[in-house]
């Protein structure tokens, strides 16, 4: 992520985050929630209402989270392990890596 020099989330992104962190191990979910302390004080937080995004096309598809992403991606490059996401934002012309396959590329075999 040290190429960007800016992080952008949604409402949407943070509440589903903060929900795995309460499925995390209890001597983990501070640390965890300090993390996430820090990077919404140094991110930029976009908002779109539901009531719009569940017009979308790609609601049914996506569902909140991934719709709201999918609208900010003809602003800002999402980054996504959602293979699905990925595919749909890049057939629209939005800009979007896939973690994974960044991931992925990087995992060279031994030997």
């Known amino acids: 992520l040290n190429p960007f ?3 952008a989330t ?3 992104v943070l509440a589903e985050t903060s929900n795995f962190i309460d499925q995390a191990p209890q001597y983990r979910r501070a640390d965890l929630f300090k993390s996430l302390q820090i990077f919404i004080q140094s991110s930029a937080e976009f908002y779109e209402e ?4 569940s017009q979308r096309d790609d609601f049914v598809e996506l569902g909140l989270s991934d719709t709201g992403l999918s609208s900010l991606s ?7 392990m959602d293979f ?3 595919g749909r934002i890049r057939h629209a012309g939005g800009a979007v890596i896939n973690f994974q396959q960044v991931r992925s590329q990087r995992i060279r075999p031994l030997g």
């Open 5 to 7: 020099r800016r992080m």
């Open 10 to 12: 949604t409402p949407h």
């Open 50 to 53: 539901s009531r719009l995004l």
């Open 74 to 80: 003809s602003k800002f490059t999402v980054i996504t």
């Open 84 to 86: 699905l996401l990925a």
